[in-house]
T-cell receptor, first 114, second 109 residues
Framework: SQTIHQWPATLVQPVGSPLSLECTVE??????LYWYRQAAGRGLQLLFY??????ISSEVPQNLSASRPQDRQFILSSKKLLLSDSGFYLC?????????????FGPGTRLTVL | RKEVEQDPGPFNVPEGATVAFNCTYS??????FFWYRQDCRKEPKLLMS???SGNEDGRFTAQLNRASQYISLLIRDSKLSDSATYLC??????????FGAGTRLFVKA
């Protein structure tokens, strides 16, 4: 069965500092991978998705970037964090559920930018 | 107009009550529909898929009205453990899965 690991679980960073969040997936090969952000009291916002190694699509302009160096590894980065980057960052991949593909989420990284 | 809209609540109900959540979506070409549950400070988890014929899973019933672009979730005999945020989710095909902002439910003894 699929498992998604994310680290770190919690992070507090000063404004202007760099960021690297990691996501790894087990139990599936060549998955589509997604990065979402959930700001406090808000819905999930799709940031990036990837259909394969080195292939990244960005959904919203921002100071974040994503990379996929390996089939089951997805990294979210920033060179300089903003206060508005605070939020709950979730990595996801599709998982078969009956006749549909649900979005299956990792445990998330809670980022606070001070 | 938001692609997926939900009443944010919160809904405060006593144990044993029946509560209904509604959701509307804007893209008539949407293909798949889901309800997710998100506990405080946790990741969202699939509660159930939603089909045009309606589907039931224990105390939970989901319905889809494609003509009205409307999705509902009914929870019967509410339990304290049902307290959570319920997310309406729509897939428009391909890579686009749109999440509603969620409806918060508090079930009280």
């Amino acid at each position: 069965s699929q498992t998604i690991h994310q680290w770190p679980a919690t992070l507090v960073q000063p404004v202007g500092s760099p960021l690297s969040l990691e996501c790894t997936v087990e139990g599936t090969s060549n998955p589509n991978l997604y990065w979402y952000r959930q700001a406090a009291g808000r819905g999930l916002q799709l940031l990036f998705y990837s259909v394969g190694i080195g292939q990244i699509s960005s959904e919203v302009p921002q100071n974040l970037s994503a990379s996929r160096p390996q089939d089951r590894q997805f990294i979210l980065s920033s060179k300089k964090l903003l206060l508005s980057d605070s939020g709950f960052y979730l990595c996801a991949c599709p998982r078969k559920s009956g006749t549909d593909n649900e979005q299956f989420f990792g445990p998330g990284t809670r980022l606070t930018v001070l | 107009r938001k692609e997926v809209e939900q009443d944010p609540g919160p809904f405060n109900v006593p144990e044993g009550a029946t509560v209904a959540f509604n959701c509307t979506y804007s893209n008539s070409a949407s293909q798949s529909f889901f309800w997710y549950r998100q506990d405080c400070r946790k990741e969202p988890k699939l509660l159930m898929s939603v089909y045009s014929s309606g589907n039931e899973d224990g105390r939970f019933t989901a319905q889809l009205n494609r003509a009205s672009q409307y999705i509902s979730l009914l929870i019967r005999d509410s339990k304290l453990s049902d307290s959570a945020t319920y997310l309406c989710v729509v897939n428009t095909g391909g890579f686009k899965t749109i999440f509603g902002a969620g409806t918060r439910l508090f079930v009280k003894a």
